[in-house]
Nanobody, 123 residues
Framework: QVQLVESGGGLVQTGDSLRLSCAAS????????MAWFRQGPAKEREFVAA????????LYADSVKGRFTISRDNAKNTMWLQMNSLEPEDTAVYYC????????????????WGQGTQVIVSS
């Protein structure tokens, strides 16, 4: 079992940066692949980025590649999403999620979710 709590969202302007954090409880954090998803207004939840259990591998959606960086520190039970060059299209609630399996891109495959943190990018 793991509980996830996101933080770091806010209101920013186009071109600004934000760093989201996902704090996990429990001692099994390093057994989960972790990911960020987001859900914009009137949109389905979509994959943003993922990182493997030992942080050896990362994946990004094409829409954020080169602007966002996912990272984790298993000793701190924490994952981050550094978001640079933010655009209005990045406006969404951002969720962190934990995965036991391997279906990285499938929102339905994730076992645990945080409550989300709102990011609003004004033009």
């Amino acid at each position: 079992q793991v509980q996830l709590v996101e933080s770091g969202g806010g209101l920013v302007q186009t071109g600004d940066s934000l760093r989201l954090s996902c704090a996990a409880s429990g001692r099994t954090f390093n057994k989960f692949a972790m990911a960020w998803f987001r859900q914009g207004p009137a949109k389905e939840r979509e994959f943003v980025a993922a990182i493997s259990e030992a942080a050896r591998n990362t994946l990004y959606a094409d829409s954020v590649k080169g602007r966002f960086t996912i990272s984790r520190d298993n000793a701190k039970n924490t994952m981050w999403l550094q978001m640079n060059s933010l655009e209005p299209e990045d406006t969404a609630v951002y969720y962190c999620a934990a995965l036991v399996g391997s279906d990285i891109y499938n929102v339905l495959a994730y076992d645990y979710w945080g409550q989300g943190t709102q990011v609003i990018v004004s033009s």
